[in-house]
C-alpha cells in the first residue's frame, strides 16, 4: 500500500507542476501555485503550524513550536529587510497593521476558535488532508464568519483606523523608530524584533520548566517523533535504498528546519508579489461564492460585504491566493503520499461526534469572524505584520495566547460533561 502511494504520490506532483503550467493563465498564478505546494509541504513534513504554539503549550507542557515560530520570526525579519533597506517601502504592500480595540478582541477570538478547531486558517487547509471532518466544519464556519465580518471590517474606524502610528503604513513601522540611525532604521528594528522574540523564547522555558515541575507535562508525539530522527548512515550508504528514501521523503523535519524552510519561502513570496502571507480573506469570498451558487445574487452579496462583484464572479483559479491556498493542500496531500501515510493520516479523524461538530463550528466561526477585526488570522494578523516590521503582530501574539489559553480553559470543562 505504502509503494502505491508513493507511486501516486510522484504523480500527482508531477501532474500538478505540468498542469499548473499549462492551464494557470500567468506565470504569478502559478508562482502562487508551487508556492502553495510547497509551504503545504514544509508545513507537513515538518509538523509545523501556528495553532499548535498555543495549544501544544496548554494541553501538554511544551512550548517547543512556539520558541519555533520566534526564530522563523526573526529569520524572516532579517531577510525582508533585505528587500527594505536599500529599496523604496513604497514598492511593497507591507502590512503594517492598525494597533486598536479590533486588533486585541481579534486576536483573542481567533485564539479561542483556534483551541477549539485544532488548527488556523492555513492549518485547515492541512487539515482537509489529515482531518477532513473537522478541517470541512471549520471551513465552512470560518468563511461564515469572514463573510459575516466583511462589512463590519469595511466600515468600522475601531477596526480600521490606528490609535498609534509612526509614519509608515496604518500603524507602527518599527524601523521608523530608528530612521534617524541611517539605512531606514533596520538594523535597530532587526534588534527590537529578536528582542521581542528573545523575551516570548523565555517566558516560554520558564513555563514548560514549571510544568515539568508540577508534573503536568507529557510532550507532543510528534515532537518526540522529530527528535528521534537519527542522521543518515554514510558508511553503509546507497542513494537507491528504502533508507535512503526514508530519509528523503518519510522521516519527519525538525521544527527548526520547518522554521528556516518557512521563512525561505516567506521570503520568496514577498520579493516576487511584493506582498506577505495571507490565506483568511478568501474563505469568505468561497462562502460568498457558496451563497452564489445557491442562488444568491452577486449584486446582493456586494451590497451585504461592502466589497466589489471581483472575487464572486472571476473563474476561480484566476484569484492569486485562491490558487496559493488550493497548492497548500495539494502540498500536504503530496507529502503525506510520498512518505506512505496518506490512508492512515485521511482515515483517523472520519468519525466525529455531534457535540465535536458544534465544536468545530464555533472555532470556525470565532476565527474567522476575528479575522476581520484584527485585519488577518495567523499569517496575516501576526505572521507576516511581525516579518513587515510592524508592532501590531506583536500585540496580536499577545492577545493570541490569551485566547487561546481561555478557549482551552472551556473546551476541558465541555469535555469533562459526558
Not at 83 to 108: A, E, R, S
Request: with cysteine; net charge positive.
Amino acid at each position: 500500500m505504502k509503494k502505491i502511494e508513493n507511486i501516486i504520490g510522484f504523480a500527482v506532483l508531477i501532474l500538478s507542476i505540468v498542469l499548473g503550467s499549462a492551464l494557470l493563465k500567468t506565470d504569478m498564478l502559478f508562482f502562487r501555485w508551487v508556492i502553495g505546494i510547497a509551504l503545504g509541504y514544509v508545513l507537513t513534513r515538518s509538523l509545523f503550524g501556528f495553532a499548535g504554539s498555543v495549544n501544544r503549550a496548554y494541553r501538554t507542557g511544551s512550548t517547543k513550536l512556539m520558541r519555533a515560530l520566534m526564530l522563523m520570526f526573526v529569520i524572516s525579519a532579517i531577510l525582508t529587510s533585505a528587500f527594505l533597506i536599500f529599496g523604496d517601502v513604497k514598492n511593497y504592500d507591507l502590512w503594517i497593521n492598525p494597533i486598536n480595540l479590533g486588533l486585541i478582541l481579534g486576536g483573542l477570538l481567533f485564539g479561542f476558535g483556534m483551541s477549539y478547531s485544532s488548527c488556523c486558517a492555513t492549518g485547515t487547509l492541512t487539515d482537509l488532508v489529515t482531518g477532513l471532518p473537522r478541517a470541512l466544519i471549520t471551513l465552512l464556519f470560518f468563511g461564515i464568519g469572514v463573510f459575516v465580518g466583511l462589512p463590519i471590517q469595511a466600515k468600522q474606524s475601531w477596526i480600521r483606523d490606528s490609535l498609534f502610528k509612526s509614519g509608515t503604513g496604518s500603524g507602527v513601522f518599527i524601523p521608523d523608530w530608528f530612521a534617524s540611525n541611517g539605512k531606514g532604521g533596520y538594523l535597530g528594528a532587526i534588534i527590537v524584533t529578536a528582542l521581542f522574540a528573545g523575551i516570548v523564547v523565555v517566558i516560554s522555558y520558564m513555563y514548560e520548566s514549571k510544568r515539568k515541575k508540577q508534573n503536568k507535562y507529557s510532550g507532543v508525539g510528534s515532537e518526540k517523533d522529530q527528535d528521534a530522527v537519527k542522521e543518515l548512515d554514510t558508511h553503509n550508504y546507497k542513494f537507491f535504498s528504502a533508507t535512503t528514501y526514508k530519509k528523503l521523503f518519510v522521516e519527519p523535519w525538525s521544527l527548526t528546519m520547518g522554521a528556516v524552510l518557512l521563512s525561505v519561502l516567506f521570503t520568496l513570496l514577498m520579493g516576487v508579489t511584493k506582498e506577505g502571507w495571507g490565506a483568511s480573506t478568501p474563505f469568505g469570498f468561497w462562502f460568498g461564492r457558496l451563497l452564489k451558487f445557491f442562488g444568491m445574487s452577486v449584486d446582493s452579496i456586494v451590497a451585504f460585504t461592502g466589497g466589489k462583484p471581483k472575487p464572486y464572479t472571476m473563474p476561480f483559479f484566476e484569484h492569486p491566493v485562491f490558487v496559493q491556498n488550493i497548492g497548500i493542500v495539494a502540498g500536504t496531500a503530496i507529502c503525506l503520499l510520498l512518505a506512505g501515510s496518506f490512508t492512515k493520516s485521511f482515515t483517523s479523524e472520519l468519525k466525529i461526534r455531534v457535540k465535536d461538530v458544534i465544536v468545530f463550528a464555533i472555532g470556525g466561526f470565532a476565527m474567522g469572524f476575528g479575522t476581520r477585526l484584527s485585519n488577518g488570522c495567523n499569517v496575516g494578523a501576526l505572521y507576516t505584520p511581525i516579518a513587515n516590521f510592524s508592532l501590531s503582530g506583536w500585540i496580536f501574539l499577545i492577545c493570541l495566547v490569551g485566547g487561546g489559553f481561555l478557549g482551552n480553559y472551556t473546551l476541558k470543562l465541555i469535555n469533562k460533561k459526558k
